[in-house]
């Protein structure tokens, strides 16, 4: 593949060992949809949520595309009594990303990010690269190297 997302280009600067998908090519929209193109297994592609607490902290969640974020958990895991999904149009300027495309790499500015505990169950996940038809397929280990994050029971 000749196009590279900053994702990728970020993972390769790293010297992060990744794969990259793209079905930008296909009628894919959800994640299960995009699962299903990629003849991959769904609990182990996630999808990117960002949230925003009443102490106006923002959050970020990887939960896998068949689940939904649980906002009580969610709010548990990050020590806030309340946490929404914040608006699709605050999503790019605060992100960098747009709706569908968001990637927990590479975002404007970092973000205290939560995976679902179901992806340690994989010896990768896979999630968007940042832009919609391309996703990346890394471990929990080299995603350490290059962003923070904790894993918790969120769905």
Same mark, same amino acid.
């Given at each position: 593949?000749?196009?590279?997302?900053?994702?990728?280009?970020?993972?390769?600067?790293?010297?992060?060992?990744?794969?990259?998908?793209?079905?930008?090519?296909?009628?894919?929209?959800?994640?299960?949809?995009?699962?299903?193109?990629?003849?991959?297994?769904?609990?182990?592609?996630?999808?990117?949520?960002?949230?925003?607490?009443?102490?106006?902290?923002?959050?970020?969640?990887?939960?896998?595309?068949?689940?939904?974020?649980?906002?009580?958990?969610?709010?548990?895991?990050?020590?806030?009594?309340?946490?929404?999904?914040?608006?699709?149009?605050?999503?790019?300027?605060?992100?960098?990303?747009?709706?569908?495309?968001?990637?927990?790499?590479?975002?404007?500015?970092?973000?205290?990010?939560?995976?679902? !505990?179901? !992806?340690?169950?994989?010896?990768?996940?896979?999630?968007?690269?940042?832009?919609?038809?391309?996703?990346?397929?890394? !471990?929990?280990?080299?995603?350490?190297?290059?962003?923070?994050?904790?894993?918790?029971?969120?769905?």
């Amino acid at each position: 593949m000749d196009f590279k997302t900053n994702v990728m280009r970020m993972l390769d600067k790293h010297k992060i060992n990744y794969r990259h998908y793209t079905y930008a090519d296909t009628e894919a929209i959800s994640g299960i949809e995009v699962a299903q193109v990629l003849n991959q297994n769904p609990k182990q592609v996630f999808k990117t949520l960002v949230t925003v607490a009443k102490s106006k902290k923002y959050y970020v969640f990887l939960v896998p595309v068949t689940e939904e974020l649980d906002l009580k958990k969610a709010a548990l895991a990050v020590n806030e009594k309340f946490v929404e999904m914040i608006k699709s149009k605050e999503l790019l300027p605060l992100t960098g990303y747009i709706h569908g495309g968001c990637s927990p790499i590479g975002m404007k500015k970092f973000f205290q990010t939560t995976i679902d !505990s179901s !992806s340690e169950n994989f010896d990768t996940i896979i999630f968007s690269a940042g832009k919609i038809g391309y996703q990346v397929e890394i !471990s929990l280990e080299e995603l350490k190297k290059i962003i923070q994050f904790k894993t918790a029971d969120i769905t």
